[in-house]
Structure formats: structure tokens, C-alpha cells
């Protein structure tokens, strides 16, 4: 299974940019790098996924390097409805009817500060 | 806008009792996954199924089992409860199409006592 790696925690002043840090640097070259962030108690939630290009919604943009061995998460304009811990994920194949699960790792807990 | 529903919110169980968890989703998608969290431990994978009647066993299956009887459910089961099946449990769905995000519900904090 690929394997990412994130800090533990982060801080970011609300308002401000915040840029999560991911590295993969097993991932193998069709596999698409997730994120989603989980808020005390609920289940986690969607925010963005890509393969190799850039990529940006509503909520995020997410930037892979060239050899996609790492990425990083931005949050533009930081609210303390941001505070969470953010998974940083590879969807890996189970058995053989093409399955995917999402391997989880241990996620930065980021703090937005008033 | 309630993608994966997750039967119970809070639970509460006694040792022995044989426990069922129930997970919907109205997506129409293949792929069905139930996750346990716990503290220091992130999410693992519990069991999944690709298809209805289908099940594949994921990384901690032990005292676990699963029904797909209907491809927008799939159920958990805890044939005898034990208190060190205390977590939250976590329902997902997903396409099986690469490139496609999974969607979570809002998880279900079981207690067994």
C-alpha cells in the first residue's frame, strides 16, 4: 500500500493561507492522491483529489510536484470552521474487482487561530 | 444533500449481544466500506464489498461480519459483543471508477458495556 506521511499538527492564524503538507512518495503512477478532513465526532468529508495536474474547488487547491511524490493542501482564507485533522490519502486496489479502500494515515490536526 | 446514512448516531450495548449496524447510500455505487476509528489507531478498514452479495475481508475482519443483501445497503455485524469493539464506526461508498471521491457517513459511536 502507499504510505503518506503529514506532520502531527499545524497552526494557522485565521484569515491566512494554509498549506498542509503531504508526502507519498511510494505512490505508484496511476493512483490518485485524496484529501479529507474530519471535524470532531462527524465522519470525514471530502475536499479534493488529483493525479498529476493542479487542482482547485470551492473548497481547496492542492498542488502535486512534478514527480508526485508530494503535495500540499491549501486552504486560501483560513476560518476557525477549518479546524480539523486533515487526511492525506492513497486509494489503493483490494482483490481483483477493482475495489478501492482509502488507506488512512494519522492526519494533521490543524488549529485556526483567532 | 444526505449521501451515506448510518443507521444510529450513538450506541449502546451489552457484552454477548449480537449488534447490527446499518449503512445506506443513495449514489448507486458498487463499492461499500465500514472502517472503525480509535484513538492513536486512525481509521481501519473492517470489511468491504464490491457488489451485492460480495464481501471482501479488509485488515481487522475478526468478530466482524457483513450483509449486502441490496446494493444500497450494507450492514455490519457484531455477532457477540465485546467491550474491545468499542469506536466509532464509519460507513463509506464509493464508484469503483478511479479518480472518483468516496463519501462517508456521519459515523456511529458504539459502547459496549
Known amino acids: 500500500d502507499a504510505k503518506t506521511t503529514q506532520p502531527t499538527s499545524m497552526d494557522c492564524a485565521e484569515g491566512r493561507a494554509a498549506n498542509l503538507p503531504c508526502n507519498h512518495s511510494?505512490?505508484?503512477?496511476?493512483?490518485?492522491v485524496y484529501w479529507y478532513r474530519q471535524i470532531h465526532s462527524q465522519g470525514p468529508q471530502y475536499i479534493i483529489h488529483?493525479?498529476?495536474n493542479n487542482e482547485t474547488n470551492e473548497m481547496a487547491s492542492l498542488i502535486i510536484t512534478e514527480d508526485r511524490k508530494s503535495s500540499t493542501l491549501i486552504l486560501p482564507h483560513a476560518t476557525l470552521r477549518d479546524t480539523a485533522v486533515y487526511y492525506c490519502?492513497?486509494?489503493?486496489?483490494?482483490?481483483?474487482?477493482?475495489?478501492?479502500?482509502?488507506?488512512f494515515g494519522q492526519g494533521t490536526r490543524l488549529t485556526i487561530n483567532p | 444533500d444526505v449521501k451515506v446514512t448510518q443507521s444510529s448516531r450513538y450506541l449502546v450495548k451489552r457484552t454477548g449481544e449480537k449488534v447490527f449496524l446499518e449503512c445506506v447510500q443513495d449514489?448507486?455505487?458498487?463499492?461499500m466500506f465500514w472502517y472503525r476509528q480509535d484513538p492513536g489507531l486512525g481509521l481501519r478498514l473492517i470489511y468491504f464489498?464490491?457488489?451485492?452479495?460480495?464481501?471482501e475481508k479488509g485488515d481487522i475482519p475478526e468478530g466482524y461480519s457483513v450483509s449486502r443483501e441490496k446494493k444500497e445497503r450494507f450492514s455490519l455485524i457484531l455477532e457477540s459483543a465485546s467491550t474491545n469493539q468499542t469506536s466509532m464506526y464509519l460507513c463509506?461508498?464509493?464508484?469503483?471508477?478511479?479518480?472518483?471521491?468516496?463519501?462517508f457517513g456521519q459515523g456511529t459511536r458504539l459502547t459496549v458495556v
Open positions: 463509506a461508498s464509493s464508484l469503483t471508477v478511479r479518480g472518483t471521491e468516496a463519501f
Open positions: 511510494t505512490i505508484s503512477g496511476n493512483e490518485y
Open positions: 488529483g493525479l498529476k
Open positions: 490519502i492513497v486509494r489503493v486496489a483490494v482483490g481483483i474487482q477493482g475495489a478501492q479502500k482509502l488507506v
Open positions: 449514489m448507486d455505487h458498487e463499492n
Open positions: 464489498s464490491y457488489d451485492v452479495k460480495m464481501k
